[in-house]
T-cell receptor, first 114, second 112 residues
């Protein structure tokens, strides 16, 4: 099925540990995004990419890094996890930068940092 | 600062009625406005997009209006069904940017 796949679906980290979240899309979309969703805060953009090899900062980039080595993959890294990074992380992709055809979201990764 | 407001209180309506959800924004001139549906434990699903020069958009039982003077979008679901129960998010993007800003969503519950 065409769409956005996120791995893992759940993860518990200890403070200071590192991890990488993987996002893969098979729709040949140029644009990819990482959001976090917290209660009462809505979806907030962490980083985004406008094409293979490009990345840019979003609204809340601190503590995260990203890479887009292949067009279909967008990786989100946490170098030293903090409890404030406990959240649900969503990856999304779009055909164009304005989202004229909407964003396609993955099913999310629920991350808990203890 | 730029802000999007959606009613944080849940909206309960009877099956068959029209549900109307509101999205208000301030300090923003959106080129596009999107509406999404999100079910518990799932990612948002795109429903409709409306452009700044469009007043209204329809898709099956869904209707979206966009009033740039009032800085408001209304999302209507006609002949609502219990299966329409979900959280509905609005999102805005300004012309020339790639950053959609999302509202916190309104939870809709359609009672049978």
């Amino acid at each position: 099925n065409a769409g956005v796949t996120q791995t893992p679906k759940f993860r518990v980290l200890k403070t200071g540990q590192s991890m990488t979240l993987l996002c893969a899309q098979d729709m040949n979309h140029e644009y990819m995004y990482w959001y976090r969703q917290d209660p009462g805060m809505g979806l907030r953009l962490i980083h985004y990419s406008v094409g293979e090899g490009t990345t840019a900062k979003g609204e809340v980039p601190d503590g995260y890094n990203v890479s887009r080595l292949k067009k279909q993959n967008f990786l989100l890294g946490l170098e030293s996890a903090a409890p404030s990074q406990t959240s649900v992380y969503f990856c999304a992709s779009s055909y164009d930068g304005q989202g004229a055809y909407g964003y396609t979201f993955g099913s999310g990764t629920r991350l808990t940092v203890v | 600062s730029q802000k999007i407001e959606q009613n944080s209180e849940a909206l309960n309506i009877q099956e068959g009625k029209t549900a109307t959800l509101t999205c208000n924004y301030t300090n923003y001139s959106p080129a596009y406005l999107q509406w999404y549906r999100q079910d518990p434990g799932r990612g948002p699903v795109f429903l409709l997009l409306i452009r700044e020069n469009e007043k209204e958009k329809r898709k099956e039982r869904l209707k979206v209006t966009f009033d740039t003077t009032l800085k408001q979008s209304l999302f209507h679901i006609t002949a609502s069904q219990p299966a329409d129960s979900a959280t509905y998010l609005c999102a805005l993007v300004a012309s020339g940017t790639y950053k959609y800003i999302f509202g916190t969503g309104t939870r809709l519950k359609v009672l049978a």
